[in-house]
């Protein structure tokens, strides 16, 4: 999968190793001799630090190993990138100046829903078109809401293209006057709830933002057909938890649903499967003891098994990557290695 | 400490930890816990979506009325534990009810003004949630109410959204509210944070970041922190499993030694790693740990959930007055 695909998109709930799996991915196209760049999210810091990029970056930074590709690695910066398209639409320096002073627009970065997987996508996008590496492989945000990764360009451009806020800054036709009259009381109101200088700051920021809702909306529409193209895969991460693999399934569906298959289904934090019987006892005694730990063990692997099977057969013929629980934390190549020779081990080995 | 003891020392328990250390279950097992030391708790959970209606051995979600998870005098002597979701969106409607606009709330969502005034205003969806905790707090709708908070990294976002209103609106009913926030979230007496964590090293690292970004930031009091997940020791791990039978007089199948010695081996590593994480974690925070078993099971149903129960009640029984 990694050989074939130029983007690599990995996704589901957070705490799945999610982001581990991402770089994994990069890591064995690089040892595929491909440009490999991986776009992570919030890493763990010990893994961040042996990436190199402890700190948010808008441009990747270069790791250095023995394979025979090239491996990058960069940690999303949402705002910067946000405020890149901003100077990339904006008319003039002016209005991009006068957009990235205002309160709303600093706010929407950190706290419009969505808008860090739109960066996330927008970002992809970006290095996807540079040309500069043959596979990008993108973590997404530890989302509840699965829809939102989909949902993001539309949300953000329907946001911008808010019609009472469209209405009051273009108040220039009979009609729309009329109009925009009900629609001050109606805003009046809601600033006696939370004061007048937060629609002020709105309004303001609206009018900054006027012209450029339309390049916003056709790069959101190339984003999200670079997102259902073929080249693209999308990687489903769980833990084999029931509430995990209950979000993977929600999300397989509404991926299904946007017409895009899962091209591989990684299961992480797999206990290990021992052999052996299920013998018992002799009780109080240490055979006893160590046939108990056995036991434990044997059973916590099926009901695993069991957790995801339902959702690996929904997805077939997508093939399942399982990976073990491991001694340590990965954080550092030799541990990301090792978890992309568990992700391309066939199934069952 | 008796239970009963830790359960009314304070009146809101705001359970929080990062993904999948078991936030929820730490959660429904508090909320048991003090139904069963004949406390009525409530349960709070915030994203409309969560596994603990089957804890309770029940089907279907939670919704924004209140349901009952486990019936009063099951055993003898319990409290009922209900339950509920609370969204900011319900949050936001039922405020605008509350303040005589009822009309404009359905406008607000069909229009996205929603969107708009919430990233005007970041926080004002979590200050509406927490503004209906403080209601339902101040109204002593439980004896004591148990949310099951956002996953880490936002949860501190979450409680700190309070205080960061207070700066952002000079004005009116949304300040005052997060003022009566910020008073119910800084007194220990009416607010504690739970975390949860697992022992293991990301884990570890997180719920001590996040323990002290809630001390510095948000001044809320930090009650013990629940480690999650810890293997049971088992004895005689290190003996070869072809002596443990010959000691018993019998033989073993083939293949059980191997498979005896690789488990047995397993449960020694991570037994170890488990132990170097809790003393870690002993170092980097100076809070009490109860520690909860992992059951060798990822299904938590009323069975497993009596289990952790009793686990946490003897632990909690360890810890000293002083936790108070």
């Known amino acids: ?349 | 400490m008796d239970p009963r003891a830790f359960c009314t020392s304070t009146r809101v328990l705001i359970v929080a930890g990062k993904g999948g250390v078991g936030k929820t279950t730490v959660s429904a097992v508090l909320a048991r816990m003090a139904g069963l030391a004949g406390l009525a708790p409530l349960l709070v959970e915030l994203e409309g979506r969560s596994g603990l209606t089957a804890m309770f051995g029940r089907d279907g979600a939670l919704g924004y009325d209140e349901v009952v998870l486990s019936p009063a005098d099951e055993p003898p002597g319990a409290c009922a534990v209900r339950a509920r979701t609370l969204t900011p969106d319900d949050a936001l409607v039922e405020y605008l009810d509350d303040h005589g606009m009822r009309r404009i709330s359905k406008r607000l969502t069909r229009t996205g003004l929603v969107d708009v005034v919430a990233t005007a205003v970041p926080g004002i969806k979590d200050i509406l949630v927490l503004g209906k905790v403080k209601q339902l707090e101040r109204d002593r709708a439980a004896d004591l109410i148990v949310v099951d908070a956002p996953a880490a990294g936002h949860a501190i976002t979450f409680l700190q959204s309070a205080r960061g209103l207070l700066d952002a609106v000079r004005v009116g009913p949304i300040r005052s509210q997060a003022q009566e926030v910020v008073d119910l979230l800084s007194d220990p007496a009416r607010t504690q944070v739970i975390l949860v964590t697992l022992p293991e090293e990301t884990p570890v690292n997180e719920v001590v970041e996040t323990a002290y970004a809630l001390e510095d930031r948000v001044g809320i009091k930090l009650g013990p922190v629940v480690v999650n997940g810890l293997y049971p020791p088992v004895a005689g791990l290190d003996v070869d499993p072809d002596d443990a039978a010959r000691d018993v007089g019998t033989t073993l199948a083939a293949g059980e030694g191997q498979a005896l010695r690789e488990a047995a081996a397993f449960r020694g590593r991570r037994l170890e790693l488990q132990a170097a994480q809790v003393g870690r974690l002993a170092d980097a925070l100076p809070l009490p740990q109860l520690h909860l078993p992992f059951l060798f099971t990822n299904h938590i149903g009323p069975i497993e959930l009596d289990q952790l129960t009793r686990a946490l009640t003897d632990e909690i029984a360890t810890l000293g007055e002083a936790v108070r």
């Not at chain 1, 250095?64 to 990339?88: C, I, N, Q, S, Y």
């Not at chain 1, 005694?285 to 695993?304: I, Q």
């Not at chain 1, 098994?305 to 997508?318: D, I, M, V």
């Not at chain 1, 990557?321 to 990301?336: E, M, T």
Request: glycine residues 8%; negative net charge; charged residues 25%.
């Open chain 1, 1 to 349: 999968m990694v050989a074939g695909r130029t983007i690599v998109i990995a996704c589901g709930t957070g705490g799945v190793g999610k982001t581990t799996t991402a770089a994994a991915l990069a890591l064995e196209g690089a040892r595929l001799g491909r440009r490999a760049c991986v776009v992570t999210i919030d890493p763990a810091k010990r893994l961040a630090d042996s990436l190199g990029i402890e700190s948010l970056t808008n441009t990747p930074k270069r790791i250095d190993g023995t394979w025979p590709g090239e491996l990058w690695a960069m940690m999303l910066d949402t705002k910067g990138t946000f405020d890149d398209l901003v100077h990339r639409y904006a008319a003039t320096r002016e209005q991009a100046e006068a957009i990235l002073g205002n309160r709303l627009y600093r706010n929407i970065s950190s706290a419009l829903s969505g808008t860090q997987e739109y960066m996330a996508m927008e970002k992809l996008y970006e290095l996807h078109d540079s040309a500069r590496f043959d596979l990008v492989v993108v973590d997404t945000p530890p989302t509840r809401n699965a829809l939102d990764f989909l949902d993001a360009p539309r949300r953000l451009t329907n946001f911008l293209d808010n019609r009472v806020f469209r209405l009051l800054v273009m108040p220039t036709r009979a009609y729309l006057r009329a109009v925009s009259a009900a629609t001050h009381t109606f805003l009046r109101t809601v600033s006696r709830v939370v004061g007048a200088e937060v629609v002020d700051d709105v309004i303001t920021f609206f009018e900054a933002f006027e012209g450029m809702e339309t390049g916003f909306r056709d790069r959101a529409d190339a984003v999200r057909t670079l997102l259902t193209a073929r080249s693209t895969a999308f990687v489903l991460v769980t833990s084999p938890r029931p509430d995990a693999v209950d979000e993977a399934t929600f999300f397989a569906g509404k991926l299904g649903d946007a017409g895009i298959a899962v091209a591989l289904l990684v299961v992480n934090r797999l206990h290990p499967r021992f052999g052996g019987t299920s013998a018992s006892g002799p009780d109080g005694t240490v055979l006893g003891s160590l046939r108990r730990n056995l036991d434990d063990f044997r059973r916590v692997a099926a009901d695993e098994e069991a957790n995801f099977a339902e959702l690996a057969a929904k997805l077939a013929p997508a093939p399942v990557s399982r990976v073990p629980f491991l001694a340590d934390d990965v954080h550092d190549i030799d541990g990301l290695t090792m978890v992309a020779d568990h992700l391309v081990a066939r199934p069952g080995s």
